[in-house]
């Protein structure tokens, strides 16, 4: 669909990255093609599918008590890598304590020493990486508090902080949308960058993939992709146009309120089948091998 045809509202940064998507067209490659794997390495561990859960938070407020734990176990039962956004310590303890894979979202609190005790507490409960949502210091109505909390933006000299104070832990910067501040995160050395804007907390927004296709002209990081990732179409047209993995927050609530933990784990396996069949049948064996000359853009 064109962006003419869209019936939504044009200023809506859901429905432009819809149209992005729909826009990219895949070519067929059979001959010599064979079942494609989805494994995937991050950090040192090897996980059964590149297709994440995204940094959530309030799931049990917002969706249905329990439901944050019900995403925790679908992920791990396909062994996915979990993202967690705004939690408490113990929140985070029971997820690793659970054997989940955590990577855990910690907000720019303006209270810096709760930013670093965050931090702190994240090292030694034993997650896989842990980082900083830079893109929504400023909401809608230009307030800027989480849970009442308040929030503040980030200087580059911060983030090269945050990094340093990670050490060993791999460190995350979430939110970016230019190569602009992938620039702050690169010279930081984070550990990699989520191309993302939120869910679209400003209109008019540049289509995340849209703007990691750039990057992946100028580095090899990993690059995690998220918003509007609907289905493992969605998931292989980020991977062939230079996604290392991607993250899955709006879908997977909706499996959750319709199905519970089984719901949400089979989202998961749906949309990992559905990126392996599109792998095979374009002649990608393996997540190491994606090839962007597949995709077309439809210019008609
Ligand atoms: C209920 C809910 C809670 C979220 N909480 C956080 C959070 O605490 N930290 C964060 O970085 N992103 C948070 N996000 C944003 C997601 O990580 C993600 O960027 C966004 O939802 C876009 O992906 P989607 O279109 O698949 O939902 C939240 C999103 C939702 C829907």
Not at 139 to 166: M, N, Q, W
Not at 172 to 198: C, N, P, T, Y
Not at 205 to 224: D, G, N, S, Y
Request: charged share 25%; net charge negative.
């Amino acid at each position: 669909m064109s962006g003419m045809e869209n019936s939504g509202n044009p200023a809506n940064s859901g429905n432009i990255l819809r149209d992005y998507f729909d826009s990219l067209l895949v070519e067929t490659r059979y001959v010599g093609s064979y079942p494609a794997g989805t494994e995937f390495e991050l950090f040192g561990r090897t996980f059964q599918t590149p297709v994440m859960t995204a940094a959530l938070s309030h799931l049990d407020e917002r969706v249905y008590p329990g439901a944050r734990m019900d995403l925790a176990r679908a992920a791990k039962a396909n062994g996915a890598v979990f993202w967690m956004g705004v939690s408490s310590d113990d929140e985070v303890e029971e997820a690793v304590e659970a054997g989940c894979d955590v990577i855990e979202i910690i907000k720019p609190y303006a209270d810096r020493d709760k930013f670093f005790r965050k931090l702190e507490h994240a090292k030694r409960c034993g997650v896989m990486a842990a980082g900083v949502d830079i893109d929504l210091v400023y909401k809608r109505d230009f307030t800027s508090t989480v849970d009442g909390e308040p929030l503040k933006e980030i200087s580059g000299e911060e983030l090269i902080d945050f990094v340093l104070e990670a050490g060993k832990l791999p460190f995350i910067v979430k939110g970016i949308l230019s190569v602009r501040d992938a620039e702050f995160a690169r010279q930081a050395r984070a550990a990699g960058m989520v191309i993302s804007h939120h869910g679209g907390v400003v209109d008019y927004a540049v289509p995340p993939l849209r703007i990691m296709e750039q990057l992946r002209q100028l580095t090899r990081q990993p690059m995690f992709l998220d918003c509007g990732i609907r289905d493992g179409l969605d998931v292989y047209k980020s991977m062939a146009l230079g996604a290392t993995a991607v993250s899955v927050g709006t879908t997977l609530i909706q499996a959750l309120k319709e199905g519970k933990e089984a719901g949400a784990a089979k989202q998961i396996e749906l949309m990992t089948k559905q990126l392996q069949r599109m792998m095979t049948v374009t002649g990608v064996k393996d997540v190491k091998n994606f090839d962007a000359t597949v995709i077309h853009r439809r210019d008609w």
